[in-house]
């Protein structure tokens, strides 16, 4: 069964500094992995996606996320955070047979300036 | 470039009525997916299409009915409404072609059950 788990409820950093934002994920056979965001009263973003390839996916907005198979991880990065940053960020995880997703519980981003 | 159609975008209705939510998908798209998102918590796969036909079926109860139509649109019907089913209802599409792992989410219709 695909699983994606995202440990922290809440991440605060202040402005201009790196972010990370944990994902670890348990799927059988390859995975496809997604980040989405989402601002309050709005609909999910897309972020960016593995599929296959480079381990370090570059997406929307800066975000970069690294996957890391021995690991397990796909965590999200940004180098140097925004205050329009701030919102709600979900990993998710494809089911391979029925294209549906799996999402995590959540990472609540508090950009600080 | 388009995206999602989801409507209405709120939706206010009181305990035991029932409620329509409908998806306009991406054209050329085939594929479309519900989610429920409750207060603080993360999305969940309710069902999904394939061509008019149900292809998938998560958490969706028994009170809440959904189909897919020859125009690809789709519609989530839900009765006997209760407090609990006040959420977030996400629509996404896709295709089943080469770049079927990439779903595209609708803005979502907020409902409230009061």
């Known amino acids: 069964a695909q699983s994606v788990a995202q440990p922290e409820d809440q991440v605060n950093v202040a402005e201009g500094n790196p972010l990370t934002v944990k994902c670890t994920y348990s799927v059988s056979g390859n995975p496809y992995l997604f980040w989405y965001v989402q601002y309050p009263n709005r609909g999910l973003q897309f972020l960016l996606k593995?599929?296959?390839?480079?381990?370090l996916v570059k997406g929307s907005y800066g975000f970069e996320a690294e996957f890391n198979k021995s690991q397990t991880s796909f965590h999200l990065k940004k180098p140097s955070a925004l205050v329009s940053d701030s919102a709600l960020y979900f990993c998710?995880?494809?089911?391979?047979?029925?294209?549906?997703?799996?999402f995590g519980s959540g990472t609540k981003l508090n950009v600080k300036p | 470039a388009a995206g999602v159609i989801q409507s209405p975008r709120h939706l206010i209705k009181e305990k035991r009525e029932t409620a329509t939510l409908k998806c306009y998908p991406i054209?050329?798209?085939?594929?479309v997916y519900w989610y429920q998102q409750g207060p603080g918590q993360d999305p969940q796969f309710l069902i999904s299409f394939y061509e008019k036909m149900q292809s998938d079926k998560g958490s969706i109860p028994d009170r809440f009915s959904a189909q897919q139509f020859s125009d690809y649109h789709s519609e989530l019907n839900m009765s006997s409404l209760e407090l609990g089913d006040s959420a977030l209802y996400f629509c996404?599409?896709?295709?089943?072609?080469?770049?079927?792992?990439?779903?595209?989410f609708g803005p979502g219709t907020r409902l409230t059950v009061t």
């Open positions: 054209p050329r798209h085939d594929t």
């Open positions: 998710a995880v494809r089911d391979n047979n029925f294209n549906k997703f799996y």
């Open positions: 593995y599929i296959t390839g480079d381990n």
């Open positions: 996404a599409s896709g295709t089943s072609g080469a770049r079927s792992y990439e779903q595209y």
